[in-house]
């Protein structure tokens, strides 16, 4: 049991691994920290492992955890989202006083995390849905943290997440994001991003291996190079390690005793959920999911894989392309198809943002996830000065860098679409992103056609591109037009 001399400034409900290096984080920084889980053996092995790295006041019950707080209490939930996280809440709220607050640092849904602000303020406690992005390491040396709700719990919490976070030319990787659920929401749309990132450096070894034929540990020396300019990322970094691991048991590639069939939690499909209901085309993110999907199909994919007729694919030598050239050509497709994916997730957290009220300030973003998050880039340098250029950009394309870069990148993509096309290997977020960018330039899409075709069949009506008002055509009598 505590004394008034020794509470914690924070506790951590939930000692899995997220959970107990969080704990540590926040004991290597000086903080007391109060640990608390249901089953006691966790607490016992944080203790017994790691409790001489910090000042740390273990508890057997929910009550004394609380207790052992100092006020407000601030108590960091890390729990699988959903019922548990419910159900950690309720504990929590209910030996609680007002002024206390409750934060979510699990990857809960922001529309739960909106429902549980309303329920905990309306009993005179903050809730704060907080974001953490980094995996393990990230959690123990400093994550990017996206908190939300009450600005004003965000002066009691801030200092805290502020001295536990990644830090970029020492400024933290944590701002508060906006009320209730605009935190989580953020969050969502890092996955959303880190799905689409992951699936572009995918079908980049992809090409590479089966089109260019080239070894595992060669291409994990191209994207070591990669990662020395634009594409410079935590992703393409881990990308070089897995590559180049090698099977102790079988002596070959681990690349090729994994199984292609690619796992998902769920934030992800959440963010193209999200971006359907926003009416946001996040079709880098989408075909992300989808190929996930697709890759765990194993079923019909072991039914159709020899099966279905090719057509005349090619051969790497019928391109007559120069190896290296191509190469290059990948890493150009790549960086387009990422920038991309983050432009149409920066759109969709506008579109949330404005949907909710949130006034989430997109610089902040790419501020903070410069370091610890798992999307971690250089590059999120450059979307950082492109708001601070344009704040209201209506694509980040269109910043004068991006604008510039896309310039010396199209081309490139193009050859590897078409490439890829020819020699029928799947390129899915390559593919549709150059799809996406075209539709973007588009001075006209098929889209009329379908407004005619809807007008047809359901008398959905049209707008005309020569004058105001909606129209209808009189498809099954003398087919003049009517105004509606
Ligand atoms: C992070 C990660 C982390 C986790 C996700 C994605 O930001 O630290 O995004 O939250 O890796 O759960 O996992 P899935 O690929 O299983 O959906």
């Known amino acids: 049991m505590s004394t008034e001399q020794n509470l914690a400034q924070i506790g951590v409900v939930g000692l899995a691994v997220m959970g107990s ?68 809440i309720e504990q929590l709220a209910d030996a609680m006083e007002p002024g206390d607050i409750i934060i979510d640092g699990g990857n809960a849904l922001y529309t739960d995390t909106i429902r549980r602000e309303k329920e905990i303020s309306a009993r005179g406690l903050h809730f704060v849905g907080a974001g953490i992005s980094g995996g393990e390491e990230g959690a123990l040396h400093g994550p990017a943290i996206m908190p939300g709700g009450p600005a004003e719990s965000y002066e009691a919490l801030g200092p805290l997440l502020e001295s536990i976070a990644a830090k970029v030319d020492g400024t933290p990787c944590v701002t508060h994001i906006g009320p209730d659920g605009a935190g989580h929401f953020v969050k969502m749309v890092h996955n959303g991003i880190e799905y689409a990132d992951m699936q572009v450096i995918g079908e980049a070894y992809h090409l590479l291996r089966y089109a260019a034929g080239m070894e595992p540990s060669e291409i994990a020396d191209v994207f070591r190079e990669w990662n020395s300019g634009d594409l410079d990322s935590y992703l393409v970094e881990i990308t070089a390690e897995v590559l180049s691991q090698v099977d102790s048991e079988t002596q070959r590639p ?77 890493r150009r497709a790549l960086y387009a198809s990422k920038l991309v994916a983050y432009s149409q997730g920066f759109d969709e957290i506008k579109a949330g943002s404005e949907e909710h009220n949130w006034n989430v300030d997109p610089r902040d973003l790419a501020m903070i996830w410069r370091g610890g998050c798992i999307i971690r880039a250089q590059f999120l340098n450059r979307i950082s000065e492109a708001y601070d250029h344009n704040p209201e950009v ?49 001075e006209r899409l098929p889209a009329a056609l379908i407004q005619g075709q809807r007008d047809f069949f359901g008398a959905h009506t049209y707008q005309r591109v020569d004058k105001p008002g909606r129209f209808h055509t009189l498809w099954s009598a003398d087919r003049s037009e009517i105004e509606v």
């Open 254 to 330: 681990l690349i090729d005793v994994i199984v292609d069939s690619a796992g998902q939690k769920g934030t992800g499909r959440w963010t193209v959920k999200a971006a359907l209901d926003l009416g946001i085309a996040t079709t880098g993110i989408g075909e992300a999911v989808f190929a996930r999907a697709l890759s765990g199909a194993q079923r019909q994919r072991a039914a159709t894989c020899q099966a279905l007729p090719s057509g005349a694919v090619e051969t790497f030598d019928d391109l007559g392309i120069d190896k290296a050239d191509f190469v290059e050509d990948v």
């Open 21 to 88: 290096n969080l704990a540590r984080n926040f004991a290597h920084k000086g903080h007391t920290v109060a640990v608390y889980n249901r089953s006691t053996s966790k607490t016992d092995k944080l203790i017994s492992d790691h409790g001489e790295e910090g000042n740390f006041i273990p508890s057997a019950t929910i009550e004394e955890f609380v207790a052992s707080l100092e006020r407000p209490r601030r108590a960091i939930i890390m729990v699988q989202a959903g019922k548990a996280t419910d159900a950690v």
């Open 394 to 442: 209506e694509s980040l394309l269109l910043d004068p860098y991006f604008h510039q870069e896309m310039e010396n990148l199209v081309d490139s993509w193009r050859r590897v679409v078409v490439a890829a096309t020819r020699l029928g290997l799947p390129v899915p977020v390559f593919s549709s992103s150059l799809s996406y960018y075209d539709s973007l330039r588009a």
